[in-house]
């Protein structure tokens, strides 16, 4: 599964993660449909749709949208909240360390004519994001780890009442940092790599616990307050698809969903799936 299409650097195969961006330069199309609760006895129901797209072995862009209902006491509203846009740059492998780094440029503006999202500003993301695979420590047993992380700047354009984000607040966050984090250990790893031999459906499974959090920088009366969530996970590796699901619970001064909110998350590689299917339409 090396030469599929899953993220890796030497022998390690990282995880298409829910929360942390991927790093990873692909083609790739992504369905994330989530369902929880949300302030003020609400409750929503999303869908982020990513389609990306290699150009190079080190550029790739992607096109995405947002769906989501959101279902509020007499009231409901549902339709697009935003569309984005994103170029993401491969700027360092280091694969016996099992190490890479990426940058990613990322633009989101509202559309459509729901009522969600629409009272925000255009918003622009930067995020640094690396990744490590323990690959390299003395034990078999704990080389399956590897951490996932990046770090974002966000900065809205414009007068809204919030950033638009990839997430539902309900303070007025203005210019904000996040940081994602993601710790899993790839079952895979362990048997192909470490040879400890399991049933096939397990050598597939890569357990996981991601993490976002968000701090509001604007002085605008809810600085320094944050917002985030854990992310507990379950995933399916295959050579050209993922699929994993996942239970968040939020903490933070402003939740972005109460409660708790259950995932499903599904990626296809579909360049490598033309590949399997005897179609090579561009060299990446």
């Given at each position: 599964m090396l030469s599929s299409g899953l993220a890796h650097a030497g022998n390690r195969i990282f995880l298409e993660p829910i929360?942390?961006?991927?790093?990873?330069?692909?083609?790739?199309?992504?369905?994330?449909p989530a369902y929880g609760g949300m302030p003020g006895s609400s409750s929503a129901f999303t869908t982020p749709i990513m389609l990306e797209k290699r150009l190079t072995h080190h550029f790739s862009v992607r096109a995405d949208t947002h769906y989501i209902a959101l279902w509020t006491p007499g009231k409901g509203y549902s339709g697009l909240q935003y569309a984005g846009l994103q170029g993401k740059l491969l700027l360092y492998e280091n694969d016996p360390h099992e190490i890479f780094t990426t940058f990613i440029m990322r633009g989101i503006t509202p559309v459509g004519g729901s009522a969600v999202g629409q009272g925000n500003p255009f918003t622009l993301y930067s995020y640094l994001v690396f990744n490590k695979g323990l690959g390299d420590l003395s034990s078999r047993f704990l080389r399956p780890f590897a951490l996932q992380t990046d770090i974002a700047g966000i900065v809205p354009f414009g007068n809204g009442p919030m950033p638009l984000s990839d997430f539902t607040g309900t303070y007025d966050y203005g210019n904000s940092f996040r940081f994602d984090g993601a710790l899993e250990?790839?079952?895979?790893?362990?048997?192909?790599?470490?040879?400890v031999k399991m049933p096939d459906f397990f050598a597939h499974l890569t357990p996981a616990i991601?993490?976002?959090?968000?701090?509001?920088?604007?002085?605008?009366?809810?600085?320094?307050?944050?917002?985030g969530y854990l992310s507990y996970e379950m995933n399916y590796q295959a050579d050209w698809y993922q699929v994993s699901?996942?239970?968040?619970?939020?903490?933070?001064?402003?939740?972005?969903?109460?409660?708790?909110?259950?995932?499903?998350?599904?990626?296809?590689?579909y360049g490598w799936l033309l590949k399997k299917m005897g179609i090579h339409a561009t060299a990446f």
């Open positions: 929360i942390v961006k991927d790093g990873d330069i692909d083609n790739q199309l992504t369905l994330m250990y790839s079952l895979m790893y362990l048997h192909d790599i470490e040879g991601e993490s976002r959090t968000l701090v509001n920088l604007s002085n605008n009366g809810y600085y320094g307050l944050t917002e699901v996942a239970y968040q619970s939020p903490y933070g001064a402003d939740s972005s969903f109460m409660g708790q909110r259950y995932v499903l998350y599904t990626t296809f590689f």
